[in-house]
Structure formats: structure tokens, C-alpha cells
């Protein structure tokens, strides 16, 4: 061999028939190529603190995760419920139809499939009948066992569409958590939860939730009126006492594990109003959501609709919306009545308007809790204005100008 000759340019035939070693050879480290395709690609999911479990997760682990969430549906049945991919899916369709009118074509589908999946976890077979008249069927057996495929893009939709479960009630959440529980044992989801976001993996654990009523600068729920320490303790899950700042602080989710002692459909009774009025003097800088969530109002605010808080009843609410105070016929309060049960209000122009008692004492309270001025027109509700520039808004039952 000419010794400028690269041991790469070498006649291929004589190298590989070669017997005696070569010493460059033999001392040479052969590089080989270990890396093997990832199960998942985990940037393809939309949950960051689903990547951040993926990631921690066993191949073993992610395929028992999967396998438990979907309830161990087939494989090509849980591609063609979770695919972003319209030609994948039109060909699962034809592979799992009853007739093949063009044989060609499902078999096409089938290979597509398979190349798709970068595995074959099925067999396609169509009848071919005796009578041409017939329309040949087609029969799908897929693996049982299989529950990933061997694209990760695909298997992300999978882990994607498996993990994408919202609990909001405290029923939910709790099933919620033991779903994760079947799937992966429930003190590797606490710890997991336990340095992030309140609400990852789609609910709220109660061993999280914080109670720092007993710490020092911080407001114990039991300076609300009617909230006494059973009653303050009764209300955390875990019967530790909260602050003011932990209740306000909680996300939706937490909420729900909070039993605040309001009866959201008995608006005038007393421990109501007191518990509505003690708690948007002791959070003024966030009166309305205060009011909101302790009267057990629904959370608006990511929603399209004026108001931010309402009642079930979708007559009482908290709104950023100035338009109640600053409408044209807006006037002062001259005179309240009541009548059945129901409160008559006389304004300054003459125009009366009939309010439920319930929701008129407790507008009442809480002006007078905040010291301000209760307002209402012809054609606009009666509100008022809360110490964070937010407004309550009351419906009226019914008006000289307007019928509710």
C-alpha cells in the first residue's frame, strides 16, 4: 500500500477478506452508534409539567401511564382518537371500515399505517368471495399488548391525550388523583406536585393547600365575623388554621377543597353578610375577588361576559364595569319598603324597582361595611362600589322601566 494511502481508500474487497489484523486497525476505537430513537418527543407536548414527568418517567413507566389513562384501548383505535394527522386518520378509517369496495386501497392504508407507526401491530386480511357480486370484508386483529408505537411524535399525542384531564370540583380533583395514583402510585404524584405550580397535571392536591393563620404578620380567617376557630379550621382540608393571604392567594382548584360556611342561595342570612362584610374590610386591595370567592360566586374572569363574579342565579355579581354608576339615569335612593318579602325602592325620580330581600340586605351590609353609596336607575341595576374600584351589581326582580 503507498504510505500516503488513507487506510479509508484501501480496495474494500481485499480489506474485508483479510485474516491477519491490521495494527492500525486493532488499535483504533470503532465508534458505533448507540443512540436510539426517543419513545417520546417531549417537546411536542403542550403541558410543561407533563414534560417535566415525562422526563422522569421510564420507557416501562410512560407505557403504564398510557395504558392506564386510555383505559387500554387498541392501539389504532387511540391513534385515530388523539391524531392531529388528517391523512393518518382517513387511513385508519378505511383499514377499520366493514367492506373494502377497492382492496387496493385498504391494503395501501394498511402499509401507510404501519409506516406511520414505524411498526406493523396488526393484521389486515380481506375476504375475496365467491360471487363477485359480493363486497369483500376486511378484518382487523390488533396486538392487544401493544399501547405505543414506534414514532414518538405519535406517542406524544398519546401521553398528550391521556394527561389532559381537568378535575375543578373537589370530586373531580380527588378522582383525578387517583387516576395518576393507578398509574404511577400516588406518593410519587405528591412529590411531584409538591415544588410546582398548585395545579399542575390538572388539579390541586388538599396536603398542599397553605395554612399560615398561626404565623406571625399574617391575618387568621377567624378575624372574619362568624368564623370561629372550629369553624376556621373545619374549612381547610387538612383542619389547620388559614390566613386571609392563604385564602385569597388559593387558585381555583385549592378553592375547591375549601368549605367556607356560605350558603351561596341564602344570601340574606346573617352570618352571610357578616362573613361578606368582614372580608372586604380586611381585603381592600382585593375586595371583589374576596367578595367572590367567599360567597361562593363563579370565576367569570377568563370568560367573555361583563361580570367577573355572578351567583348561580346569575343575579348578583362583581363586575369592573363602571357603566352601572355612571349611567344617565342613575339617582339617589329616596326611600325602601318592604312587601312579601321584597324590597321596594323608591328613587329620587319616582322610578321604583323591586329587589329580593336576601340580596338587598346584603348590598346593604356591605355598604355599609365600605361606606358607600348604593345607586341604581330606571334602567340599570343597583350597585355599588368596593374599596379596589370594582362594583357589586344587583338585578332587580322588577322596574317601572325595565322588567327582569
Known sequence: MNETESPSTQN??????????????????????????PLISVSELDD??????????????????????????NIVYAVAEVTDNEELASNIDSVTDHYADRPSLVEAAGDYIADAFGMR???????????????????????????????PDINA???????????????????????????????????????????????SL??????????DGRTPVTEIPYIGEATATDMHPGDELMSVEDYLSLTEKQHAWIDMPVDN?????????????????????????ALGRALGMMDRRDSDGMMEWVNPANTFGVTADDSAQDADDVAPIASTSTDDGDVTVELDTGVEQKYSADYWQLLEAIAES????????????????????????????????NSA
Request: net charge negative.
Open 48 to 73: 410543561s409539567h407533563v414534560q417535566d414527568l415525562v422526563t422522569e418517567l421510564d420507557d416501562d413507566e410512560i407505557r403504564g401511564l398510557v395504558e392506564s389513562m386510555l383505559d387500554a384501548k
Open 370 to 401: 365600605t361606606e358607600t353609596v348604593i345607586k341604581a336607575g330606571g334602567e340599570t341595576p343597583t350597585s355599588l362600589q368596593l374599596p379596589d374600584g370594582t362594583f357589586v351589581i344587583v338585578a332587580p326582580i322588577e322596574s317601572d322601566n
Open 12 to 37: 474494500a474487497s481485499l480489506h474485508r477478506y483479510s485474516t491477519a489484523p491490521d495494527a492500525t486497525d486493532a488499535d483504533a476505537e470503532v465508534e458505533t452508534d448507540t443512540s436510539e430513537e
Open 121 to 151: 401491530p396488526f393484521d389486515l386480511t380481506i375476504t375475496e368471495p365467491d360471487d363477485e357480486y359480493l363486497t369483500p370484508m376486511i378484518s382487523l386483529d390488533v396486538e392487544d399488548d401493544v399501547v405505543l408505537t414506534e414514532n
Open 206 to 215: 388538599p396536603g398542599h393547600i397553605p395554612a399560615t393563620g398561626d404565623e
Open 157 to 203: 399525542e398519546l401521553v398528550a391525550h391521556a394527561t389532559r384531564m381537568e378535575g375543578v370540583t373537589e370530586s373531580g380533583q380527588r378522582r383525578q388523583f387517583n387516576e395518576w395514583r393507578d398509574a404511577i402510585g400516588g406518593e410519587r404524584v405528591a412529590e411531584f406536585k409538591r415544588d410546582r405550580h398548585p395545579n399542575a397535571l390538572g388539579f
Open 265 to 289: 342561595k341564602e344570601y340574606g342570612n346573617r352570618r352571610v353578610r357578616g362573613i361578606a362584610r368582614g372580608i372586604v374590610e380586611l381585603s381592600p386591595d382585593q375586595a371583589g375577588e
